[in-house]
């Protein structure tokens, strides 16, 4: 992943695929999800189950379509533990 967007203004051009997706608040990835729909899930955001994310001023997303979506989440998270996957 080393291509960063606006959020929320670029998600209608986020692909249909499965993938990962990070958001970041400024310079710092606040999460990490998945999703089989990418587009559909980044349009979601902020998600109202997650009162981190409703606290932050999400400006960027980066994503990646990868089949094994799960193994590439944790992946992510292990490497950035951000804030709101902790809470």
């Not at 249909?16 to 606040?30: F, H, S």
């Not at 587009?39 to 981190?52: A, M």
Request: charged share 25%.
């Amino acid at each position: 992943m080393s291509e960063w967007y606006n959020f929320p203004g670029d998600v209608s051009n986020a692909p249909t695929d499965e993938g990962v997706y990070m958001l970041a608040a400024g310079r710092i990835i606040v999460y990490v999800g998945r999703a089989d729909n990418l587009r559909e899930r980044l349009s979601q955001h902020p998600d109202s189950n997650n009162p981190c994310l409703q606290r932050k001023n999400i400006s960027y997303f980066a994503y990646e379509v990868t089949g094994d979506s799960q193994r590439r989440e944790q992946e992510l998270i292990d490497r950035h533990n951000p804030e709101c996957n902790r809470t």
